[in-house]
């Protein structure tokens, strides 16, 4: 990333008053969309969640048949291909299998083939954020991608999270998108400045792998269930998530993926000594595409929609397959010993439950915390707390979506950081846990 001092003749005067006011007040509106709380019925929320949440109160069924339509005309589509190789036989059997879900929750309103009701509900949750809070928000996503805002955030805080991270300003932007809306969204926004040449392949993987903490609401959630203070929580997890990434970002298999762009195009990173406001919106007009906002939106929703399609039908396999695996204790009980053995080492508090909710966190992270007995000690949950809002990898989220839209991602990249994450949270947990009772004797 260059760094670079600003242009005696970059002067705010000399930029279009259009092209100011535009910047400024659609990226003010992606803004307040996304991460500015409002007071709505007495309640704190944000708007995107308030404009989805109406949806889905008024129009889910119509919501559903939708996505059985698309899933549907997927399926056709591929079916009347002439040539199939073995994964478009796979893919298709798949959707009709998902097809036959969906048809059966539309009609019957439950999920016969489940039997836990729990991953039931935490499924229902998933499949609403990818069939209306994605499309939804990718009508605003133009106003937080596409008019200034990632220049800014590259000329404020390159020189920081460079220094630290080993990546641009603008994955600050991208890490609230996961901290405060979810992390499909924030998949999809990677994806998206991938795939436009505005992130680099290190940065993208980086991301993909390491930012999808539980978003904010999850995290309530969280330290209400496991009776933890909040505030307790977050200080915690936050030191603990910046440490890892700290030297996940200097470690393989992160370290050794190419800096380069999936295409090459006129946007530039840049890193701004003095007059960051006046630089960044200075080029960003120097590198913007003149596109139709109106065009814009349609093209980021159309997207979406494509990208949800076919992600609904490995999401509810994945989460059947889940279904399957947790009812078998055998299978749980194997893979927890493999953590059970670290953290006894370590001598950790009640080590077998955390090892467990470990396990079942890989699977899917709420239906840990909600498997688990709340009648162990302070420490141990709030243990679980952390590395479970941090691990960053579940087999129901971003495997599901880097297998679908990112297969440069390889499965040994996401075995690597998952195992190298949960090591280097343990051993910090580790080393703050005896620091304290040291202090505390």
Known sequence: MDDIKPSKSTKISEIDFKDFIKIISFSALGICIFFFPVIIN???????FFITDLVYLKYEQFVYICVVVFIALLSIKQIGKNEKDLIDKIDITLKLVSLLILIILITKHEFIFFKDEDLVQIMKESIFKITILLPISSLFLPFLLDYGLLYLFDCFFSRFTKRFFRV?????LIFLIFFFIDSFLGFYVVYKLYKEGKLRKNECINAVLNYPVLNFSLVIYI???LKINFITLVICYSFIFAITNIIICRI???KNKQKTFFVKNKYKEKSCRKNKFKMAISLYLQNKEGK??????????NEVINIASNIIPILLISFLFTDILIRNDNIINTLSNLYSMFFEKLKMPYYDYISKSITLGFFNQIYSIEALNNAITFVSRLI????IICQGISFTTNIVFIRLNMRFITYKDILVVYIEKILIMSLIIFLIYYFYLGFSA
Do not use: D, R
């Not at 007495?42 to 995107?48: A, G, R, T, V």
């Not at 679980?384 to 590395?387: C, G, K, L, P, Y």
């Open 42 to 48: 007495k309640q704190l929320i944000f708007p995107i």
């Open 168 to 172: 641009s300003g603008k994955n600050i």
């Open 223 to 225: 330290s209400t269930q």
């Open 252 to 254: 393989y298999p992160i």
């Open 292 to 301: 139709n906002i109106f065009k814009n939106i349609l093209n980021y929703f």
């Open 384 to 387: 679980i707390a952390i590395i």
